[in-house]
C-alpha cells in the first residue's frame, strides 16, 4: 500500500507537469536521441515478497525536436518482478511517451520478488531484466533477492495480534508488546537463511535461545527480543576472516538492506533482557540502529554476571547502546559507539566491569545531553521520588572513553551508600569549567580511591569515529598505555591482532594509516 500510494504521488506530480505542455508535432524517436542516466539500475538487495525502496533512471532527448517513444516496456512484461512509472504513468508497459526538445523524464523502478517463483534451490537470486525504448535503447534492470525466515505474531479470530505481557498498568490492566514466544522448534537461530522479525519474538520462561556464527537477524520497526525470567540469550560467533562479509559474527540490524539505512538510528526495538533471565553470553555480534541494543535489567543475586559480553559492537542505537538496571555486566574487548543518550548507561546501581572495551560517542544525528559513560544509584519515579539501589562496583580497565562532549563521563548519586567504581589506565574525556562539576569528589583525578593512570583530554585519532570505526591510528594518544598484566589477559583485540606489552588502550591495537 505505501508503494501504491508513493506511486501514484509521483503520478499526479507529473500529470499536473504534462498538463502544462503546448501543442507540439511529436515525431517518432530516432536511433541515438535518447540517452540516459545509466545504463544499469541495480536495485539493491531485498528479501522475499518485502518491496524495495524506489530508484530513479532519468532519460534525456538529445535533439532538437519533440519526440515520441511509440513504446516503452519490460522486457519480462507483465510477470516481471519490477513495477515503473513512466512520466507519471504506472504500470510496465507504455505507449506513445513523449518528450519535449532537450528535455527529460524520470523513470521510478520499485521490485518485490518470491524468490520462490524464481528458484527452488537457492536461498538467494540475481533477479534480472530490461527496459525496452522501442528499438532505440535498453537500460538493464538488477537486484538480488534474498530468501529468508520470517517470525511474526499470529491473529486471532478476531484479528487481534499475539502480545507479550511486560507488566502492569496503574488501574491493574496487563501492559503487553506486540509479539509471539518462540516455539522449541525455533530456538536456534543459524546461518542457512536470514531471519526478519515482526513484533517482540520473546524466549519463554525455562528456554535458552542460541545465535550461531553466521545468523542475520533482521528486525522491523517495533520489534525486538524479549527474554523472560529464567530464560537465557546465547549469541555464540566466531572471529571472522572477512572483514566485509563478517562471516562468522552474528549480526543484529534493521530489515531495510539499502545502505541509506546503513546508519539510521532507532530502525527497530531492543533487545531486553528482563528481570530474573540470566547466564546471557554474547560473542562476536554485531548490534546497529536499534532504539536500545541492549537492555539488562536487575541481576539474579548472584556473584557471576547476569551478562557477558566479548568481542561485541554496539552502535547507532537512538537512545542507550548498552543500558543496565541494577545489572550485573561484564565486558572485554567490546565497542560501544555512537547513541543519542549514552554509549552505557549504568542506572539503579549494579556491578559493571569493563576490560580493553572502547567507549566512543561522536552522535551527530541531533542534540545530546548524557555523557557517553553514565553511572548513577537512581531512578526518579513518577511521583518524582527516587528508587535507589547502591552501585556496588564499576571497574574500567585498559579501556576507552571519548567523544565529541567536554564531559563523557559522569556519575550521579543521590542515596546514602558509597558508589564503588574505579577507572584504571583509561583514557576519559572530561574537561569542564562547571564549579559544580569541577568540586565534585567523584572528578577528583588525584583521588586513587577512584582513578589510577588516568590520560585525560588526549587524542584517540580513531580511523572514522563519526561511522563507528573506532580504530586508533599510530597517531593516538593512546598507544602502549595499559596495564600489561591486564593486556596479557586478554592476548587478541577485537579482531585478533595480537596486543603489545604494555597493550593500547581500547579493544584495538593500532592500526598504521599511510599519509
Known sequence: MRNAVLLFGIALLASLYSSCRKDFDFRPVQSSELRFSRDTVYLDTVFTNISSATYTLKVYNKSDDPISIPSIYLENGATSNFRLNVDGRVGKSFDAVELLPKDSMYVFVETTADIQQ???????????????????????????????????????????????????????????????YLDDNELVFTNEKPYVVYGYMGVPSGKTVTFEAGARVHFHKNSGII??????????????????????????EGDRLEPLYDYIPGQWGAIWLTSGSAQHQFNYATIKNATVGIL????????????????????????????????????????????????????????????????????????????????????????????????TKATFENCIIEGNQFVEFYVEQ???????????????????????????PFFDWDDNAYYNQIIRNGNPAFVLAEDNDMRITQQSDFLAKGDASVGASIPVDLVGKTRTSPPDLGAYQHVIIED
Request: charged share 15%.
Open 118 to 180: 524464481l528458484t527452488s534451490n537457492n536461498t538467494q537470486f540475481l533477479y534480472e531484466d530490461k527496459i525496452h525504448f522501442s528499438d532505440v535503447g535498453a537500460v538493464t534492470l538488477m537486484t538480488l533477492v534474498q530468501d529468508a525466515v520470517f517470525l511474526y505474531p499470529e491473529k486471532d479470530g478476531q484479528g487481534i495480534k499475539e502480545s507479550i505481557p511486560i507488566g502492569i498498568d496503574d488501574v491493574g490492566n496487563t501492559v503487553g508488546l506486540e509479539g509471539f
Open 227 to 252: 527474554v523472560a525470567k529464567d530464560a537465557t540469550m546465547i549469541v555464540d560467533g566466531t572471529a571472522s576472516s572477512d572483514s566485509e562479509t563478517l562471516e562468522g559474527e552474528v549480526i543484529f
Open 296 to 391: 539488562m535489567d536487575l541481576n539474579d543475586e548472584t556473584n557471576s554476571p547476569t551478562l557477558t559480553l566479548e568481542n561485541i559492537q554496539i552502535h547507532n542505537s537512538s537512545a542507550f547502546n548498552l543500558w543496565g538496571k541494577t545489572a550485573h555486566i561484564s565486558a572485554v574487548n567490546s565497542v560501544f559507539g555512537n547513541a543519542g543518550q549514552s554509549s552505557f548507561a549504568g542506572t539503579i546501581g549494579g556491578e559493571y566491569h569493563f576490560k580493553h572495551c572502547t567507549f566512543a560517542n561522536y552522535w551527530n544525528k541531533g542534540f545530546r545531553t548524557t555523557p557517553a559513560v553514565l553511572l548513577n544509584d537512581y531512578a526518579q519515579l513518577a511521583d518524582g521520588s527516587n528508587f535507589v539501589k547502591p552501585l
Open 414 to 440: 543521590e542515596g546514602s551508600e558509597a558508589l564503588n567504581f574505579y577507572l584504571d589506565h583509561t583514557a576519559v574525556q572530561f574537561e569542564s569549567s562547571n564549579t559544580a562539576i569541577v568540586n565534585n
